[in-house]
């Protein structure tokens, strides 16, 4: 199953991070960081931080240890034992707890925060960061209006919120620029994490016609597959779970952001601030990911208009707009 594959991963990734790396570096160099997560640490987002500040822990840099499937009613109360614990960052995503984790924050003052927010910084200490991959989320929006023979395409999202928006208003004025015939079906589960949900949704979109989905969430990749349809990929990529299906995905890298703020909080400067830039493609925060089993599939014509509009985001002559309104089905 990809989740196990996925959960085993990560869970490898961070086994005695801490303590046996700790010969490697010099522990006054390192900092402690504690991360806590509203879901299991496969779901695609929140893996993206794990992966980053696991990868920050392997070079020696912090000690980081985390918390998963923690709920919005027992949020407040972990990022208050990490801090009690004398972590000097704590990394999460206040999207349902922003008051709480702000109130954290102010009780904390001496404590870095770097939270998933959709609000703006709070002084001293608090800072925010998103997933800003709203380029990439065009580029294969292109790809899935260019490959589309019904000029029918699915969308399937957690909820209406601006981190979910952008994405996929993105990705449907990428496919309207290469198909102004396109059409779109949208839906949201109400949940982050709800694969079964999910694939019932896709499966629907599926009957009515989409011939491509955007699978924002997990499960919508499993119902292309079993359909055979094509999928476009959000944040990692699942090509290699789904060779026949995933054709295209976009690609969010956390390490810039997490390298950034570990930098600060060790030589002292950090601040509230607003990490998002730090998300887009030019900083290495978000990319394209590579064809592989779709190269020699996808037609020639349209690889080269993508790859135009990608030299043209990277060298600044063009800006993907970043539309934070609820996207609606056009049919």
């Known amino acids: 199953m990809l989740l196990a594959k996925l959960r085993a991963a990560a869970l490898a990734a961070t086994v005695a ?53 923690v709920t919005n009613a027992d949020y407040e109360r972990v990022m208050r034992e ?11 995503e206040a999207f349902a707890v922003e008051q709480a984790a702000r109130r954290v924050a102010r009780d904390y003052p ?25 380029e990439p989320a065009y580029l294969t929006g292109m790809i899935a209006g260019g490959m589309t023979k019904s000029n029918v395409i699915g969308v399937v999202g957690g909820f209406p919120i601006p981190e979910v928006n952008r994405l996929m208003n993105a990705f449907m004025a990428g496919a309207l620029e290469v198909n102004p015939e396109a059409k779109f079906m949208v839906s949201f589960i109400g949940s982050w994490f709800d694969p079964p949900k999910a694939k019932e949704s896709a499966f629907a979109m599926i ?38 299906t995933v054709v295209a995905s976009a690609l969010w890298h956390m390490e810039p952001t997490i390298d950034k703020a570990i930098a600060a909080v060790k030589d002292g400067s950090f601040k509230a601030e607003d990490y998002g830039s ?11 990911a590579p064809y592989g089993t779709f190269d020699d599939k996808i037609p020639a014509d349209l690889k080269a208009k993508v790859e135009a509009k990608k030299a043209a985001i990277l060298d600044g002559s063009t800006t993907v707009t970043v539309d934070d309104t609820e996207p609606k089905s056009t049919m």
Not at 82 to 92: I, N, P, R, S, T
Request: proline share 4%; hydrophobic share 40%; glycine share 8%.
């Open 110 to 134: 001496e404590t870095a925060f770097l939270m998933g927010s959709s609000f703006k910084p709070q002084d001293p200490n608090f800072s925010v960061f998103d997933n800003y991959i709203q």
């Open 17 to 69: 991070v801490s303590a046996l790396m700790a010969g490697n570096a010099d522990a006054a160099d390192k900092i402690k960081v504690a991360s806590v997560y509203t879901v299991p640490i496969e779901q695609q987002w929140v893996s993206r931080i794990h992966i980053a500040l696991d990868a920050a822990a392997k070079r020696g840099d912090i000690d980081y240890e985390w918390s998963e499937s």
């Open 82 to 92: 990490y801090a009690e614990k004398g972590a000097d960052m704590v990394v999460g």
């Open 207 to 244: 009957e009515r016609g989409a011939d491509v989905l955007y699978a924002e969430r997990f499960g919508v990749s499993d119902a292309a597959k079993e359909r055979g349809v094509l999928a476009i990929g959000n944040v990692i990529d699942t090509q290699a779970q789904y060779p026949e």
């Open 278 to 288: 730090y998300s887009n493609m030019k900083p290495g925060g978000a990319s394209l």
